[in-house]
């Protein structure tokens, strides 16, 4: 007797054990009432808007995305039960992305499942990262870096410009056993994503999971594109003359947090003096271009607002959603104006005055945390020469642009 009654208070009755039903009844009810079948189909039906609100994406992209993903996240039919379809499983992981929205409330929409809404999330996200990534991030070609580099000059009026190199930390839990590994200098939770942008604000290379605690030497150099840049690897263009004839290197530009390399233009140190008026000068030009880095991730944390809050999820699962979103941020920037309408990036003025885009009124303050120092700056004399040449030819008479000394200097 007294054997039975210490088994039951160690691994419960059998009664407590029998499950009280297979399927929540409610559940059964998924392909009729659940948010996709009703909600979504009457959002494509009669109102484009609020679908593109809803889901990001026009009803067009979307089904082009999830032809692209189908085969990776649809299930076989049983005899038990009719597998969730892949176009629930797709609209339920892009709302998640899209909102930020909890799993738990995301099972009442959907008739889902909790612990079926996080599996659908972490195997998605991962299936549009591993499906996508050779289309939405296929690494540039000589022809493709030279396209951008002229758009730079056209648009910012820096030369031989092939891209913008920024980090971010995004936001998570604290991971289980992680101590303070994750814990980085802006006392949060936190994982790098580093990334370079081109002047479409489109991400051209990108790495995830560094911990946010990791600095200074070894996130920039420990990526994949780091290594790239820095041992010269990347398929750049040859190096071109510039207007004034000078003939440079085709460069990255980066924030004092980089280090300066023959590939990297970073500014010169803070604490210019007045007399320093060309470095100033310089240190200007090269912030106008890195514009482009900022709206990128600007852009990306006001569309995919999962970013504005810690993200709760497994470390895998974190990292397969950035990767996800950045593949879902140029898949839909591509064509579609509602995704980036004018406004919403920054712009100058018809006094070129920088005017700040709508997506800086619709992120968290956290967000726009930088990525702290990478690496010494203990640089060679030639990576030195050729930011001398940048600045003097940013303050010749063939490089300076009409409105820069009153604009910096009053």
Same mark, same amino acid.
């Given at each position: 007797?007294?054997?039975?009654?210490?088994?039951?208070?160690?691994?419960?009755?059998?009664?407590?054990?029998?499950?009280?039903?297979?399927?929540?009844?409610?559940?059964?009810?998924?392909?009729? @009432?659940?948010?996709?079948?009703?909600?979504?189909?009457?959002?494509?039906?009669?109102?484009?808007?609020?679908?593109?609100?809803?889901?990001?994406?026009?009803p067009t992209k979307?089904?082009?995305?999830?032809?692209?993903?189908?085969?990776?996240?649809?299930?076989?039919?049983?005899?038990?039960?009719?597998?969730?379809?892949?176009?629930?499983?797709? $609209?339920?992981?892009?709302?998640?992305? $899209?909102?930020?929205?909890?799993?738990?409330?995301?099972?009442?929409?959907?008739?889902?499942?909790?612990?079926?809404?996080?599996?659908?999330?972490?195997?998605?996200?991962?299936?549009?990262?591993?499906?996508?990534?050779?289309?939405?991030?296929?690494?540039?070609?000589?022809?493709?870096?030279?396209?951008? $580099?002229?758009?730079?000059?056209?648009?910012?009026?820096?030369p031989n410009c092939?891209?913008?190199? @920024?980090?971010?930390?995004?936001?998570?839990?604290?991971?289980?056993?992680? !101590?303070?590994?994750?814990?980085?200098?802006?006392?949060?939770?936190?994982?790098?994503?580093?990334?370079?942008?081109?002047? @479409?604000?489109?991400?051209?290379?990108?790495?995830? !999971?560094?911990?946010?605690?990791?600095? @200074?030497?070894?996130?920039?150099?420990?990526?994949?594109?780091?290594?790239?840049?820095?041992?010269?690897?990347?398929?750049?263009?040859?190096?071109?003359?510039?207007?004034?004839?000078?003939?440079?290197?085709?460069?990255?530009?980066?924030?004092?947090?980089?280090?300066?390399?023959?590939?990297?233009?970073?500014?010169?140190?803070? !604490?210019?003096?007045?007399?320093?008026?060309?470095?100033?000068?310089?240190?200007?030009?090269?912030?106008?271009?890195?514009?482009?880095?900022?709206?990128?991730?600007?852009?990306?944390?006001?569309?995919?607002?999962?970013?504005?809050?810690?993200?709760?999820?497994?470390?895998?699962?974190?990292?397969?959603?950035?990767?996800?979103?950045?593949?879902?941020?140029?898949?839909?920037?591509?064509?579609?104006?509602?995704?980036?309408?004018?406004?919403?990036?920054?712009?100058?003025?018809?006094?070129?005055?920088?005017?700040?885009?709508?997506?800086?009124?619709?992120?968290?303050?956290?967000?726009?945390?930088?990525?702290?120092?990478? !690496?010494?700056?203990?640089?060679?004399?030639?990576?030195?020469?050729?930011?001398?040449?940048?600045?003097?030819?940013?303050?010749?008479?063939?490089?300076?642009?009409?409105?820069?000394?009153?604009?910096l200097f009053g």
């Amino acid at each position: 007797m007294y054997e039975s009654l210490l088994k039951e208070q160690l691994y419960g009755s059998a009664k407590q054990a029998t499950r009280r039903w297979w399927v929540r009844p409610v559940l059964r009810k998924r392909e009729t @009432d659940g948010a996709f079948s009703k909600l979504v189909q009457d959002l494509e039906k009669e109102d484009p808007q609020w679908y593109f609100e809803y889901l990001r994406m026009t009803p067009t992209k979307f089904k082009e995305l999830l032809a692209i993903v189908k085969s990776k996240i649809e299930k076989k039919h049983t005899n038990w039960r009719r597998p969730i379809s892949a176009a629930t499983r797709l $609209a339920l992981t892009i709302r998640h992305l $899209a909102t930020g929205e909890s799993k738990r409330s995301l099972s009442y929409q959907y008739l889902i499942g909790r612990s079926t809404v996080t599996l659908i999330v972490a195997e998605t996200t991962e299936a549009i990262w591993t499906s996508m990534k050779s289309q939405c991030l296929k690494p540039p070609t000589q022809s493709t870096f030279q396209t951008i $580099a002229d758009k730079f000059m056209r648009r910012w009026d820096f030369p031989n410009c092939i891209g913008a190199i @920024d980090g971010k930390y995004i936001r998570l839990r604290c991971p289980e056993n992680s !101590g303070s590994t994750y814990f980085c200098h802006k006392r949060f939770f936190s994982v790098v994503l580093m990334a370079v942008v081109d002047a @479409d604000y489109k991400f051209q290379f990108v790495d995830v !999971g560094a911990e946010g605690s990791a600095g @200074d030497s070894s996130i920039f150099a420990r990526s994949s594109f780091g290594c790239a840049i820095l041992n010269g690897t990347i398929e750049t263009p040859e190096p071109k003359p510039i207007p004034n004839g000078t003939i440079l290197p085709h460069v990255f530009v980066a924030d004092e947090a980089f280090p300066l390399k023959m590939n990297i233009m970073r500014p010169f140190p803070g !604490g210019l003096s007045v007399a320093d008026r060309q470095k100033r000068v310089y240190n200007y030009r090269l912030s106008r271009a890195r514009l482009v880095v900022e709206n990128a991730f600007g852009i990306l944390a006001a569309r995919w607002r999962i970013f504005n809050s810690p993200i709760n999820c497994k470390l895998e699962t974190v990292d397969s959603i950035v990767k996800a979103c950045c593949c879902l941020h140029n898949f839909v920037m591509s064509e579609n104006s509602q995704y980036c309408p004018i406004n919403f990036v920054d712009a100058q003025s018809g006094n070129r005055e920088i005017i700040p885009g709508a997506w800086r009124t619709m992120v968290s303050d956290n967000w726009l945390q930088r990525q702290q120092r990478q !690496g010494a700056n203990n640089f060679a004399v030639t990576p030195m020469t050729i930011r001398t040449k940048f600045l003097e030819y940013f303050n010749s008479g063939q490089g300076a642009l009409p409105w820069q000394e009153e604009y910096l200097f009053g």
